[in-house]
């Protein structure tokens, strides 16, 4: 299920001396509760699932963008729109306002951990990634049987696209998720090998993991 085998938490331990308790950051410096369940980053534009239009469903929100690519991920594969934390299923999302300002109060007070961007730059940058993920998605199932394409095609697309290594990040953890979701575990690993550094090298343990368990 959703229950999460990848968490990008533990994964780049940071050099820097741990600042006594004050504040729980996970180690990518994001606080937990502001994370969001697809794509294990800040969630930015959070949306919750609603079965009614009006009522939330359940007490859980992703990104915008995040949402509306599983929607259309799971809209392609002919299932139920499913929350991926309680998996209950849903049909619309609505804008979760709470959530919004308290995830524009921390990206305010930590501008570097967001490279000095402003809350509205991080909801702007999020939707141009969209159509690279679809992108990458049709890259995947075009050629599934051909993984050395996959990995070129995919390194292409990001060389040919203005996109910072923390919106690469996000998009290939959000990819590698659904694909190990869907059992393209060789897909998966190509994808994790595009992640730089430890981070990347962390994810491939999971997967393997996740590949024997
Ligand atoms: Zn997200
Ligand atoms: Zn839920």
């Known amino acids: 299920m959703d ?23 996970s180690s990518n410096n994001i606080p937990p509760h502001l994370i969001c369940a697809i794509c294990q980053d800040i969630a930015i534009d959070p949306v919750v699932p609603t079965a009614d239009k009006i009522n939330r469903l359940c007490n859980h929100f992703l990104c915008r963008t995040c949402e509306e690519t599983k929607r259309a991920h ?6 139920a729109i499913t929350c991926p934390q309680c998996i209950k299923n ?15 109060d921390f990206v305010q007070n930590h501008p570097g951990v967001f490279d000095r961007k ?3 730059d991080l909801v702007a940058e999020r939707k141009e990634s969209i159509p690279l993920t679809i992108q990458i998605y049709k890259t995947i199932s075009e ?30 953890f959000s990819i590698i998720r659904s694909q190990l979701e869907k059992g393209n575990l060789e897909a998966a690993k190509k994808l994790v090998h595009l ?10 343990s999971e997967v393997i993991l996740f590949a024997n368990f």
């Open 90 to 104: 849903y049909t619309d999302s609505l804008p979760d306002e709470d959530m919004a300002r308290k995830v524009q």
């Open 74 to 79: 799971d809209q392609m594969q002919e299932r």
């Open 195 to 204: 992640i730089p550094q430890t981070i990347g090298k962390c994810l491939l």
């Open 143 to 172: 050629n599934a049987d051909n993984l050395s394409t996959i990995k070129d095609r995919v390194q292409k697309m990001f060389s040919e696209n203005n996109t910072d290594d923390k919106e690469i990040k996000r998009i290939l």
């Open 3 to 25: 229950g999460g085998f990848i968490r990008i938490g533990s994964s780049s331990a940071s050099a820097s001396q741990s600042s006594s308790s004050a504040a729980q950051v």
């Open 118 to 120: 402003t809350y509205d």
